[in-house]
């Protein structure tokens, strides 16, 4: 029972928010390092540069096109408005997957913590979650898998809660 636990600072109330500011410090770094890369602008061949184009259009007001779509819709829809709001930059979708990134990191933390009902679970699963590179490395790039992984774990968060309205989200 979670009111039963030892105290170590990963029961503390602090920890957790420590995890998620020490991963946006690292998705910052991250960030930074890249800015200046050439691999910072997405490739020709790369997924990114079709999201970002598709993007580019929707913000455009094209938000239905006359071709087929050879890629998931959702991140592109995404990118759209926020390319509509803010204008079109390469720092945009970037700076939404590192925060999607984290609201991951804490949708775990919560279902680890109500899973093994230990706020402690909560914290290392946050702590993995946001120092697994190969995520920060997705988060880097123009592409949809920062989404993909919020939404399942929000989805994965949402099953584990009881309740109709829960249930038919």
Same mark, same amino acid.
């Not at 184009?53 to 408005?81: C, H, K, M, N």
């Not at 945009?92 to 680890?112: C, D, E, F, S």
């Given at each position: 029972?979670?009111?039963?636990?030892?105290?170590?600072?990963?029961?503390?109330?602090?920890?957790?928010?420590?995890?998620?500011?020490?991963?946006?410090?690292? +998705?910052?770094?991250?960030?930074?390092? =890249?800015?200046?890369?050439?691999?910072?602008?997405?490739?020709?061949?790369?997924?990114?540069?079709?999201?970002?184009?598709?993007?580019?259009?929707?913000?455009?007001?094209?938000?239905?096109?006359?071709?087929?779509?050879?890629?998931?819709?959702?991140?592109?829809?995404?990118?759209?408005?926020?390319?509509?709001?803010?204008?079109?930059?390469?720092?945009?979708?970037?700076? =939404?997957?590192?925060?999607?990134?984290?609201?991951?990191?804490?949708?775990?933390?919560?279902?680890?913590?109500?899973?093994?009902?230990? +706020?402690?679970?909560?914290?290392?699963?946050?702590?993995?979650?946001?120092?697994?590179?190969?995520?920060?490395?997705?988060?880097?790039?123009?592409?949809?898998?920062?989404?993909?992984?919020?939404?399942f774990a929000l989805g994965f968060e949402l099953l584990q809660r009881p309740g109709t309205r829960v249930a038919v989200a």
């Amino acid at each position: 029972e979670e009111g039963r636990q030892a105290k170590t600072p990963f029961t503390a109330l602090w920890a957790l928010p420590l995890v998620l500011v020490l991963g946006l410090a690292v +998705r910052l770094a991250h960030l930074a390092a =890249i800015y200046r890369s050439p691999f910072f602008r997405p490739m020709s061949t790369d997924p990114g540069l079709g999201f970002d184009e598709w993007a580019q259009s929707i913000a455009a007001g094209r938000w239905i096109d006359t071709s087929p779509f050879w890629i998931d819709p959702l991140y592109s829809y995404l990118l759209g408005v926020f390319y509509r709001v803010l204008g079109h930059g390469l720092l945009i979708p970037r700076v =939404i997957n590192l925060t999607l990134g984290l609201a991951a990191a804490y949708l775990v933390a919560l279902t680890a913590r109500r899973v093994w009902a230990s +706020r402690e679970a909560g914290v290392i699963a946050a702590a993995a979650s946001v120092f697994f590179v190969p995520a920060l490395y997705y988060e880097g790039q123009t592409e949809k898998t920062a989404l993909t992984i919020v939404l399942f774990a929000l989805g994965f968060e949402l099953l584990q809660r009881p309740g109709t309205r829960v249930a038919v989200a």
